[in-house]
């Protein structure tokens, strides 16, 4: 059983921190991690994505993967009151599971002004 | 560019009664997903396409539950004697093969919600 596991929070922050959220995922033949944003009652919209090990920044989101670890995680800079919501960890399947994905159950932020 | 499309937005049926729900992806999007999810969780795999080829089920998929895409374009998941655990949000996704190294980004719709009574 591939497993995505994610703090499910909530976490608080103050408008304008950082604000970090953490994923654990236990395939080692998974290649592929992504990060999804999910307002309440709403899909979910793909943020970031990230394939090899290190950092990976866009504006003001950064994602960070190490693969020995298994453990990637999203940074959001400046956080902002519409940053507010559920952040969804997603790993690809890997072997014959390739074209899936596995989610964690999600983490929830709040971002207070 | 538009995004991926779901109808119906939400679904009210009686248990017992069968259901379809219709996904038409983004438009140069080879693949295409179904997942479920429920409150609290996040989207459970059940299925996806390759043009018209299904090249994964999960166990999830009971018996009642049936995918299609017949021609490569849209799909359709149909749901038989529906069951109050059907009860969820059901989600499609697209996502396109061209770049030709997997996995590929997937993008969702809005999701239909299905209630069971």
């Known amino acids: 059983q591939k497993e995505v596991e994610q703090n499910s929070g909530p976490l608080s922050v103050p408008e304008g921190a950082i604000a970090s959220l953490n994923c654990t995922y236990s395939?080692?033949?998974?290649?592929?991690f992504f990060w999804y944003r999910q307002y309440s009652g709403k899909s979910p919209e793909l943020i970031m994505f990230i394939y090899s090990n290190g950092d990976k920044e866009d504006g003001r989101f950064t994602a960070q993967l190490n693969k020995a670890s298994q453990y990637v995680s999203l940074l959001i800079r400046d956080s902002q009151p519409s940053d507010s919501a559920t952040y969804l960890c997603?790993?690809?399947?890997?072997?014959?599971?390739?074209?899936?994905?596995?989610f964690g159950r999600g983490t929830q932020l709040t971002v207070w002004p | 560019d538009t995004g991926v499309s779901q109808d119906p937005r939400h679904k009210i049926t009686k248990r017992g009664q069968n259901v379809t729900f219709r996904c038409d992806p983004i438009s140069e999007h080879n693949r295409l997903y179904w997942y479920r999810q429920t409150l609290g969780q996040g989207p459970e795999f059940l299925t996806y396409?390759?043009?018209?080829?299904?090249?994964?089920k999960s166990r999830l998929l009971s018996d009642r539950f049936s995918a299609e895409r017949p021609k490569g374009s849209f799909s359709t998941l149909e749901i038989q004697r529906t069951e109050q655990g059907d009860s969820a949000m059901y989600l499609c996704a697209s996502s396109s093969t061209y770049n030709g190294q997997e996995p590929y980004e997937q993008y969702f719709g809005p999701g239909t919600r299905l209630t069971v009574t």
């Open positions: 395939d080692r033949g998974s290649q592929s």
């Open positions: 997603a790993v690809n399947g890997g072997g014959s599971t390739l074209g899936r994905l596995y």
């Open positions: 396409f390759q043009n018209e080829a299904q090249l994964e």
